[in-house]
């Protein structure tokens, strides 16, 4: 939900509980100052009653009008004086129906006899008065809720633009393409703000990104030539004169030592170059032609390791780097001979969406951990980057790769449409 969205809905329902309990206030002192003045017009009455009998020492004759009633009741003289007001009704003799009504009812001595005075009045003028007012003031208050709602939606809609500009510039922002984030006007303070620290943040990461990549070229420059001479190096040793049979075992961990070290640097600058899209190679790759002829690559591996290949490959073309595909392809078979066993097997099935591997091997399961840098288990001779680096190249392009373990048989899958 978006924020004035969230603002909005916030608003309506305080208005509304505000609403509410105001109007039933409202209603109810309305109410109570309308009842109140029909008391008053009751004690008038009764107070012209008390002096009509005080002149003339007689009560005077029950009336009946358009919106008052007075009539007399005669009591024993041991009954209580009472003087109270009530609600009742008041039969219009004009519209021949009852009408809500308020009634004051007394004592009155009379000579030597006590009556009950009741005078009623009617209360449709002021119920239907207090229902006027009531009405208006919800019809305006309404009015001025919808207005609030209107303003708010499309004064804030307004409002926020600034941030939605740049909001939308951050979403479109690639360092590989190394666009820029421009200032935009406006005389908000935090959207000013904002701006000024999105800008600075881009101006920051332009900055990172092109010291990382510095460091990732002259590295793979600087790491590889002394290995490149220490790699010389032996080999003008070898040649040098006969060694021992101690100095060949020796040079021979040299040896294994430095290509391990030199597959590190590599996979380690892959990586790094994956991570910060740094290959931008990318274009339409026919992953059946791929596979075809990786399978050829690796024919004599399998040949050798006595490994039956099946394949069965449908078109599938992927927009990607060809660079990275070859090495997905590769690290993929890699593991599947690397892991297999003697007189094992390795499936490859490839539809318009997916790639699938499947091989014999050992028998446990992997699990999601093999994936990380350096974890590998106990057996494995390898540097625990080859699985890695799948998950890379899949997160770079948002495929999707799974492994499963069914009947002995591993299975990586590669999800080209996640």
């Known amino acids: 939900m978006k924020l004035a969205d969230r603002y909005n809905r916030v608003n309506l329902i305080t208005a509304l509980i505000v609403l509410l309990i105001t109007g039933i206030i409202y209603y109810v002192v309305i109410h109570f100052i309308f009842t109140e003045k029909l008391d008053r017009d009751l004690t008038v009455e009764e107070d012209e009653i ?35 007001f009530k609600n009742t009704t008041y039969y219009n003799s004009k519209e021949k129906e009852s009408e809500p009504g308020r009634s004051l009812i007394t004592t009155l001595v009379q000579g030597n006899n006590l009556y009950e005075v009741t005078i009623t009045k009617s209360r449709l003028e002021a119920d239907d008065l207090v229902q006027i007012i009531l009405l208006i003031t919800l019809g305006v208050t309404c009015l001025l809720l919808l207005s609030l709602i209107l303003i708010n939606r499309f004064v804030l809609k307004r409002l926020w633009m600034p941030f939605y500009a740049i909001l939308e510039q951050m979403k479109a922002f690639n360092l590989v393409k190394m666009s820029e984030i421009k200032l935009n006007s406006t005389d908000v303070d935090e959207f000013k703000e904002l701006n000024t620290s999105a800008v600075q943040m881009a101006l920051r990461v332009r900055q990172d990104y092109k010291e990382l990549k510095n460091f990732t070229d002259n590295a793979s420059h600087e790491m590889m030539t002394p290995l490149a001479v220490i790699n010389s190096k032996l080999d003008t040793l070898l040649q040098a004169g006969p060694i021992t049979e101690r100095q060949g075992v020796l040079m021979e961990d040299i040896y294994n030592a430095i290509n391990r070290l030199t597959k590190l640097n590599q996979s380690l600058l892959l990586l790094t170059k994956i991570e910060n899209n740094l290959i931008s190679d990318v274009q339409l790759v026919d992953f059946r032609e791929v596979i075809t002829e990786k399978c050829r690559q690796f024919q004599e591996i399998l040949k050798k390791e006595n490994l039956s290949l099946n394949i069965n490959l449908k078109p599938c073309e992927i927009e990607m780097s060809r660079y990275l595909a070859d090495i997905l392809l590769n690290n993929l078979l890699g593991n599947a001979v ?46 625990g980057l080859g699985l890695a680096i799948i998950k890379q190249i899949c997160t770079l392009y948002n495929f999707s790769v799974t492994y499963s373990f069914f009947q002995e048989n591993h299975c990586f899958k590669v999800l080209f449409k996640n």
Not at 348 to 371: R, V, Y
């Open 50 to 84: 008390k002096q009509y009998v005080a002149t003339y020492q007689k009560l005077p004759l029950p009336a009946s009008f358009l919106d008052q009633q007075v009539q007399y009741k005669l009591l024993n003289r041991d009954d209580k004086e009472s003087r109270f």
């Open 338 to 383: 690397k892991y297999n066993h003697t007189k094992g097997f390795i499936t490859i099935n490839l539809d318009n969406d997916f790639i699938e591997i499947i091989n014999s091997g050992k028998n446990f399961s992997l699990t999601d951990q093999h994936f990380d840098r350096f974890f590998k288990s106990a057996s494995s001779e390898g540097m």
